[in-house]
């Protein structure tokens, strides 16, 4: 059973940082793609960031500059690196690990940003 799971959420303050991870167990992300999506209550679930199977990142214009995708396939693991936090990234921050017939998304992990 493939799974991902994601971590490092938590309460930090404007201009603070955190590093979230996403592991995948029952599968490889090797060759793969993983990105990062969010959600606030009441509104679509938005894209984040993705890294390609290659490593090649891509990021949505919010946060451009200042969150950094990584991947470590020895550990099945995606890193989402977010520096220079704002209120606005406040959200629930979920994984999405997409394989060649199937994509599979964790639980999300709660990133909380205040003033």
């Known amino acids: 059973q493939v799974q991902v799971v994601e971590s490092g959420g938590g309460l930090v303050q404007a201009g603070g940082s955190l590093r979230l991870s996403c592991v995948a167990s029952?599968?490889?992300?090797?060759?793969?793609?993983v990105a990062w999506f969010r959600q606030v209550p009441g509104k679509q679930r938005e894209f984040v960031a993705e890294?390609?199977?290659?490593?090649?990142?891509g990021y949505s214009n919010p946060v451009n500059g200042r969150f950094t995708i990584s991947r470590d396939d020895a550990k099945n693991t995606v890193y989402l690196q977010m520096n220079g936090l704002k209120p606005e990234d406040t959200g629930i921050y979920f994984c999405?690990?997409?394989?060649?017939?199937?994509?599979?998304w964790g639980q999300g992990t709660q990133v909380t940003v205040t003033s």
């Open positions: 999405k690990l997409r394989e060649p017939f199937s994509s599979t």
């Open positions: 029952g599968t490889t992300i090797y060759g793969n793609s």
């Open positions: 890294i390609t199977g290659g490593g090649v990142p």
